[in-house]
C-alpha cells in the first residue's frame, strides 16, 4: 500500500485542474454567459477551494500529530 504524498507541486496541480474542469464545464454548457462564469464563478470557486484546502492541511496536520 503506498501513502499518499502530497508535495506543493502536486497540490496545486491538482487543485488548478479541479478548478480549470469546473470552470471548463461551466464554460462549455449554455447555463451561463463565460462573462459570469470568468467574473463570479471562477474567484469564488478558488476562495472556497484555498479554504477548503487550508482546512484539509489542518486537519491532516492534526491527524498526523495525535
Request: aromatic share 6%.
Amino acid at each position: 500500500m503506498t501513502d499518499m504524498e502530497f508535495d506543493l507541486s502536486k497540490t496545486a496541480a491538482a487543485f488548478v485542474a479541479l478548478i480549470a474542469v469546473g470552470v471548463g464545464s461551466l464554460i462549455v454548457t449554455p447555463m451561463m454567459t463565460t462573462r459570469i462564469v470568468l467574473m463570479m464563478v471562477l474567484p469564488s470557486m478558488v476562495v472556497f477551494g484555498a479554504i477548503c484546502l487550508a482546512i484539509g492541511v489542518a486537519h491532516g496536520q492534526y491527524r498526523a500529530t495525535h
